[in-house]
């Protein structure tokens, strides 16, 4: 890896040429997994899960937007309403015992994309989202404007690296996890793929 602007750590697809747009960029943090360590542990011991938008809860807590500013009320105290560059996007886990591996993803063009952890088991239908239930730290990933479009993106690497170990250890108590996904600077959900891989634990 190589060390972008202020410090930034920028990526080096290593597993498609960086020239093919859309094609997956591998971020690769230095997590030395069990496949790692072991040459004989095949790919199909890995568990690659893609993060798919719930379009449902996304729709409902937009619903809860324009209700509050038809009525004129105050959103509850504590309250995390959706932005509207924002949509909610959900894992589910086949597995419960994971070890984080890597992230992969690709972003067509320009921008910024974070991705925020939901830490309890929440519905907009049953509950409002509240902003403690936010997790600490976000995964964010993004390519400059000057930046050429077929040029690796760049992230913060302890911060994505903390984040994918936090999806693990709350992966072995749920089966289902919930994401705010953030769309700025000219990224949008169309031009994005977003996945994350795991080692299951034997």
Known sequence: MKRGGEGKTQLHPSLHPSTQAGIFALLNLGIRSKADMDPEKSSSEKLVLEF???TDLTEMMRRRVSSLQKTGQKRQDGERLLLPHEAVHRLDFPLQELNFSRWYFSLS???????????????????NLMTRQLLEPIGTFWRNAEDPEDSPLKCLEADMQEFGERIAELAKVRKVMYFLFAYKDGSTAANLDCTIEFIPEK
């Open 109 to 127: 063009g320009h921008g910024r994309v974070t991705i925020t952890g939901i830490s309890q088991h929440w519905t907009p239908d049953l509950t």
């Open 52 to 54: 798919k938008e719930d």
